[in-house]
Structures are given as C-alpha cells and as structure tokens.
C-alpha cells in the first residue's frame, strides 16, 4: 500500500472552462454538467499534480482522484470534456492525462479503421 506524501499537497482547484460546456438535458434546470460535479466539493487538490511531484505520491494522489471520480454523478460528462478540448493535465472524469492520451489514439485508429473499411454489403471479390 502507498503511504501518503509526507509533504503536504497543494491545493488545485479545478481550471475555469475553455469553451462553454453544453447543458446536459434541456430539461435539467440545473445547468451546465461541472456545476454538479463532486470534484467542484473540497476535494479538488487531488486531481492536478503539485510541482515536482514524486512518482509514489503522484500515482496515490491519482487513485485517490479516481475513487472520487467513481462516486460523481457526472463522471462521463467531465471525461468527455477532457477528450474533446483535450484537457492536458490532471485526473478527468477518472482518467489521468497519460489515459486519456490511449483513449484518444484508441479512438483515432478506430476512425481510420471505419473509413478504411469497404461500406457495409459490398461483397465484390478481388481478382
């Protein structure tokens, strides 16, 4: 088991948006998706790594941002935020920045594999 840092963190909050963030239902009255998101609460110091960061703290801090991350009720709202600007730095909707990275490319591969593919009952046989 990780021990927690023995310096203390510093505290982050969460970076004001880049672009607007679309509401998530037109019947939702209550507003953009990160107004409800649990991170915005107190414990926002856990998802942006403090400077110089050693690896042990660092990846404590990221596991314990993810379990908040797995009880917010927003979770897929912020992690799809964080793919489509794309968000280059601390833990989004329980993805570390390096994840997302994987997830991007993972999806980049699959849009080139899409467009590469024969549309779908084209049978003609090469010869």
Sequence with gaps: M???????LQVATVPAQRAP???RDQRDQAGPWHTEAV???DEA????????????SRLAR????KRV???CPVMIECREHALLQPEPYGVWGGLTAAERRVVLARRRRR????KA???AGDHRIAG
């Design 62 to 65: 990221e596991e314990a941002a």
């Design 111 to 114: 849009e080139m594999e899409l």
């Design 2 to 8: 990780l021990q927690p840092p023995h310096q203390s």
């Design 21 to 23: 963030v679309p509401v």
């Design 117 to 119: 593919a024969p549309p």
């Design 39 to 41: 991170c915005r609460r």
């Design 45 to 56: 110091g856990l998802f942006f790594a403090p400077s110089k960061e050693p690896t042990a």
């Design 69 to 71: 991350c797995a009880r």
